[in-house]
């Protein structure tokens, strides 16, 4: 089936570690997407990508690194400057090249991140 | 600069309740995009309308309706005959024509009691 694969579900990090959340798609679609979702909160844009080796700044994206050197996947990962990384983190992707704002969003299941 | 308000946070009724969830946005361009989307306790978000500005026709899909006034700047979702499986946070989004962003409201959580 075709969709798109978040891991791990649950991700717990320390003080002063970054860590890694992986998004794997095989939908063959351009565009790759990392939200956070906060309690209560709608979802605010961390990055996205639109080709391979390219990506661009969502609203958030302080404290956050993402890589695109293969069309399927879209990494982020947390590092130790986010201060309260604490959330649920999704990942999206559509099907044209451009992020066109008509596009629908196909999600993931999420990663869980908290702080120990 | 572009907003989406679901002034809603939380709603719950007795199955088999019709229930209206309600999105206001605001947009200065003439041209943009409002979605639904449904996030069931699994997490996922799935896609459930897309409407472009130009097009006002309401819509029905089975128990699910939307009723997009660009008179009031709003893009409501009534979901009629609720089941329990209707249980889920619901988000509003827009986007506008040449922005690269998707705004998404806060959401409103509903409950559907057996």
């Known amino acids: 089936d075709g969709g798109i694969t978040q891991s791990p579900k649950y991700l717990f990090r320390k003080e002063g570690q970054n860590v890694t959340l992986s998004c794997e798609q095989n939908?063959?679609?351009?565009?790759m997407y990392w939200y956070r979702q906060d309690p209560g909160q709608g979802l605010r844009l961390i990055y996205y990508s639109q080709i391979v080796n390219d990506f661009q700044k969502g609203d958030i994206a302080e404290g956050y690194s993402v890589s695109r050197e293969k069309k399927e996947s879209f990494p982020l990962t947390v590092t130790s400057a986010q201060k309260n990384p604490t959330a649920f983190y999704l990942c999206?992707?559509?099907?044209?090249?451009?992020?066109?704002?008509?596009?629908?969003?196909?999600f993931g299941s999420g990663t869980q991140l908290s702080v120990l | 600069a572009q907003k989406v308000t679901q002034a809603q946070t939380e709603i719950s009724v007795v199955e088999k309740e019709d229930v209206t969830l309600d999105c206001v946005y605001e947009?200065?361009?003439?041209?943009?995009?409002l979605f639904w989307y449904k996030q069931p306790p699994s997490g996922e978000l799935v896609f459930l309308i897309r409407r472009n500005s130009f097009d006002e026709q309401n819509e029905i899909s089975g128990r699910y309706s939307w009723n997009f006034q660009k008179s009031t700047s709003s893009f409501n979702f009534t979901i009629t005959a609720s089941q329990v499986v209707d249980s889920a946070v619901y988000f509003c989004?827009?986007?506008?024509?040449?922005?690269?962003?998707?705004?998404f409201g806060k959401g409103t959580r509903l409950h559907i009691l057996p």
């Open positions: 999206a992707s559509s099907i044209g090249a451009r992020v066109a704002t008509n596009e629908k969003l196909f």
């Open positions: 939908l063959n679609h351009d565009a």
């Open positions: 989004a827009l986007s506008e024509a040449g922005d690269d962003k998707i705004i």
């Open positions: 947009t200065r361009d003439t041209t943009y995009y």
